[in-house]
């Protein structure tokens, strides 16, 4: 069905639907578990690498309600899984929570996965004590993905997102060229015709209601490391990034992406 004649976020909506569907298909039947990356998960020792950053955050989650908020394939659902989280994962892609399921299924994990728009969802108030988000804020939208998400959490509850980083419009004009003329050949990540990565001035100002508030900036390099380093070499400049936004705060205004930890 065109989207054309259809009201503005349905056809949002559907193109992300449609989009996902596409890029997961090949996907289905993949039922592996990375143990490299699982082990980031359960015993994050390099705050370097966002990965580990988020499941510092995130603490010991055994046991606890999560929601994996927009879980695209469920990788990220398996690995909360495995280490003991109560997880509930939604996408809007049929496709993505299939490969989700089988995945589960394989190495058996239990995940209740439901097809489901982030915003809104149709959970009940304060239904989960913790909610995790890989990408996925800046597809739905901020302020309605946070205003979704803060429904859904207990009182003190905690949400961590991993996110793309866009507060620069010089450096979001070099990286769309980047990704019009090598997106291919560098094997970059594929967007669609809404996406529009967060900036930190609108991630500080949407997340004013809540109780406590960190960003964490990451990737200061990211799409030169694609160009110019080799594959060995790039968790060197991952750590090179992270010492210089560290020492020098201006610098985040120029960073590629971010963990945002917020409890409520």
């Not at 800046?138 to 207990?154: D, N, Q, W, Y």
């Amino acid at each position: 069905m065109s989207t054309e004649h259809l009201p503005s976020n349905e056809a949002r909506l559907r193109e992300e639907a449609l989009f996902a569907d596409t890029e997961y298909a090949p996907m289905l039947g993949s039922t592996h578990i990375s143990r490299a990356m699982l082990a980031k998960y359960a015993s994050p020792q390099h705050a370097w690498d966002w990965r580990q950053r988020a499941a510092q955050c995130l603490g010991d989650i055994a046991g606890k309600t999560l929601l994996d908020f927009g879980c695209g394939q469920g990788e990220e659902a398996a690995y909360l899984a495995a280490l003991g989280a109560r997880v509930t994962a939604i996408d809007i892609s049929e496709v993505g929570v299939r490969v989700g399921r089988e995945r589960a299924l394989a190495n058996d994990l239990s995940i209740d996965f439901h097809v489901m728009s982030c915003t809104p969802t149709t959970f009940a108030r304060e239904s989960f004590e913790l909610v995790h988000g890989m990408g996925i804020l800046h597809h739905v939208g901020l302020k309605e993905g946070l205003s979704e998400v803060f429904r859904l959490l207990r009182p003190g509850g905690m949400a961590v997102f991993l996110e793309p980083l866009g507060s620069s419009p010089f450096i979001e004009s070099v990286k769309r060229r980047i990704h019009t003329a090598l997106g291919q050949r560098l094997d970059l990540i594929p967007v669609t015709s809404k996406e529009k990565n967060l900036t930190l001035k609108d991630i500080w100002r949407e997340t004013r209601s809540w109780q406590y508030r960190r960003i964490y900036p990451y990737r200061l390099t990211y799409r030169a490391r694609k160009l110019l380093l080799p594959e060995r070499l790039w968790d060197l400049s991952l750590r090179l990034d992270h010492s210089l936004l560290r020492l020098l705060p201006p610098l985040h205004y120029f960073a590629g992406a971010a963990v945002i930890h917020l409890r409520k």
